[in-house]
Structures are given as structure tokens and as C-alpha cells.
């Protein structure tokens, strides 16, 4: 109980963390989506009343942006409802469909930024969770099944299958982390020596506190990257509504000043 209650804590630690880091992102998201709709909805239109009287045809990137406008404004349930359907659909999908939730997790280990994050916090996960079990007495076999239940990833899943197999087969552990490419060499290695000592179960839950440091470093390093990164997201989105709306201005204006230095010279 000890062990369980120290397990649970922990990984709670990191579950804290890893929501903590994602709040700034998710409200920088959900400002931008607002902001975006109001655009969208309230100021573009008015623009295009004033675009209808000047008599001559609109910049391809500023129609395209009334168009989107007047979609969204016309259309405003239909385009929620579109989106809606489609975060449902794409949650169904890579829920039950074995491809679709082996190639989303796969993303979910390589994108950047995130990828990192997710990893070492998967790592953490699997070491803890299997070192906590084995020394509590639980059969090998046993403890790798529980863990590959409780992996929370495809991919990493496989890969404790995989050790599971080999074990059962009588062989060692480490030779399918090794060819997984999951697992980074110093987890592989550390997971070797343990084995070849008989100190497997120690050494898996260092290799846990170890990836518990890590976590809160790539935790920290991921929020100093994703705050330029939203704010730069959220100034493009801004800035080319804003570009959109002034292009057609400017042709005005080359136009106004074209009819005048042709007026000019005809007066002369």
C-alpha cells in the first residue's frame, strides 16, 4: 500500500504538470478562436459594404477571406456543427480504428515540442509502474501484461508485447526494448544492467525518478517554446485578416493617384 500510495502520487505529480504546461496554449487557442470569429463575423462584413461601392475587382487573397467571412456569417451553426462533427469523428476514429490510433500515437511521440513531453512521460510511466510491481512480488509476466494495459500508448504498448514475448520465450528484456526504438539507449542500458545484477526492480524505479526530472525539464522547456510559438500563431492570424482588409485600400489609392497624374497631364 505504501508502494501504491508513493506510485500514485508521483505519477500524479506528472499528470499535474504535463495539464499545467498545457493551460497557457489552450487559452492562447481558444482567445485566437474568439477573436478569429469575431473578425469573421462583425468586422470583415463591413469592410465588404464598403468593397461593393468602389467599382472594381477585389485582391484574390481579400476574396477569399469575404468568402470565408460570409460562410462563417451566413452559416455560422452549419460551420460549428461541421467542426464539431469533425473533432467527433476523428476522436471515433482513432478509438477504433487499430491503424488510425496506431499512426495518431506514433504523431504523438515525433511531433515537436510535445513529442518530447510525451515520451519521457510514457517512459516514466512504464518503468515506475513495472518496477513498483515486481517489487511487490508480482510474477514478471504477470506485471509486463498490467503494464501493457496501462501503457496509454500504441506504440509503446507493442513494444512492452514484444518484451513479453521474449520473456516468455526465456530470453532477456532488454534485447526487444533495444529494437522497439522506443526506448532511449541509457533506459535500454540501465534496464541491462539491472537484469544481468538481479537488481531490476531498483533499477526501474530509478530510471523512473530519473525520467521525473526529465519531465519537469521538458515540461519547462516546452512551455518557454510553445509562448513565442502561440504568439506568433495568433499575430498571423490577426495580421493577414488585417493585410486581407487593406490590399484593396491600396489599389485605391494607386488608382486615385493614377486618375490624377493622368488629370494633371491632361490639363497641361
Known sequence: MKRLAEFSEKAQKIKGKVKAAMFYPTAVMIVAMAILTLLLVFVIPKFREVFQGMGFALPTFTTIVMTISETVKDHFLVTAGGIAAGVIVFLIVINKVKLARRLWDK?????????????????????????????????????????????????????????????????????????????????????????????????????????????????????SLLEPIMIVFLALIVGSIVIAMFLPLIAMIGNLSGAGGSGGGAGD
Open 107 to 223: 504523431f504523438k511521440l515525433k511531433v515537436p515540442v510535445l513529442g518530447p513531453v510525451i515520451s519521457k512521460v510514457a517512459i516514466s510511466r512504464f518503468t515506475r509502474t513495472l518496477g513498483t510491481l515486481v517489487s511487490s512480488g508480482v510474477p514478471i509476466l504477470q506485471s509486463l501484461t498490467i503494464v501493457r494495459e496501462t501503457a496509454g500508448n500504441v506504440i509503446i504498448s507493442n513494444a512492452i508485447n514484444s518484451v513479453h514475448e521474449s520473456v516468455k520465450e526465456g530470453e532477456t528484456i532488454t534485447a526487444p526494448l533495444e529494437a522497439s526504438g522506443v526506448f532511449p539507449p541509457m533506459v535500454v542500458s540501465m534496464v541491462d544492467v539491472g537484469e544481468q545484477t538481479g537488481a531490476l526492480p531498483e533499477m526501474l524505479l530509478r530510471i523512473a525518478d530519473n525520467y521525473d526530472e526529465e519531465v519537469d525539464n521538458a515540461v519547462a522547456a516546452m512551455t
